[in-house]
């Protein structure tokens, strides 16, 4: 907990008034948002659009103010989580589902800051399953289609039902011994039909920031 805090909190760091602000997901970026919603208390002047509905609802509490993501044309800083980051700072990400906003966020955004403890750090990506988001229809196809890819797909399950994303979408977490080329899979994942977005963000990252148990918190060379 103590290494999530001092990441996600070293970042809000980098915010200054008038930026536009994405706010990524999970509980790494909790800390994040938490730490925004103090500043903008303190006079912070920022807008922010969010990557879920759960990260919208916390911010709101918090009186952030808010933008829909139809009236932005750039973000300036966008602050999200990782499940896994390599040294080349590319990560995988949808631990927590909100993969495909958060990479449309990402996307449109001049920063991606990654905030992560020192236990997501890998020399090689695949350890953690690999989400994948995919359409309702045809997912059993789409779920071969993805075992030929050379791992094993599970359909992610929340409470004994289907787990389904904001989007409305189902998950496959896909189970990878590891994955050597992450550009190439990133390729072949969007050449499969049924395949909504994937996991992997490759070279997005600006930088990334790992918190360590003792509450301190230092920047990935
Ligand atoms: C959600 C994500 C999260 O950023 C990722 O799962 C890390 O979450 P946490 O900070 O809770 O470990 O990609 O889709």
New binding site residues.
């Given amino acids: 907990m103590e290494a999530?805090r001092a990441a996600a909190e070293l970042a809000v760091e980098l915010l200054q008034d008038g930026m536009t602000v994405g706010l990524?997901?999970?509980?790494?970026?909790y800390y994040s948002i938490q730490a925004i919603g103090r500043k903008v208390a303190n006079g912070l002047s920022i807008r922010a659009v969010a990557t879920s509905v759960r990260s919208e609802m916390l911010a709101k509490e918090l009186d952030i103010p808010m933008i829909p993501f139809s009236e932005v044309e750039e973000i300036d800083m966008t602050i999200?989580?990782?499940?896994e980051a390599d040294p080349e700072w590319n990560l995988i990400?949808?631990?927590?589902?909100?993969?495909l906003r958060?990479k449309i966020v990402a996307d449109a955004s001049k920063q991606l800051i990654i905030v992560v403890d020192e236990s997501k750090l890998v020399q090689r990506l695949g350890r953690f399953p690999l989400p994948v988001e995919v359409v309702p229809f045809g997912f059993e196809l789409t779920q071969r289609k993805l075992r030929r890819l050379g791992c094993e797909p599970k359909l992610r399950m929340s409470d004994s039902q289907l787990y389904m994303t904001d989007n409305g979408n189902y998950m496959m977490d896909c189970e990878f011994d590891s994955i050597a080329q992450p550009g190439r899979l990133s390729e072949e994942l969007h050449r499969i039909p049924g395949v909504v977005e994937h996991?992997l963000f490759v070279g997005m990252a600006s930088q990334v920031i790992v918190g360590r148990l003792d509450g301190t918190a230092y920047t990935l060379d």
């Fill in positions: 999530k990524g997901t999970g509980s790494t970026v999200d989580g990782a499940d990400k949808g631990g927590g589902g909100a993969l958060e996991g």
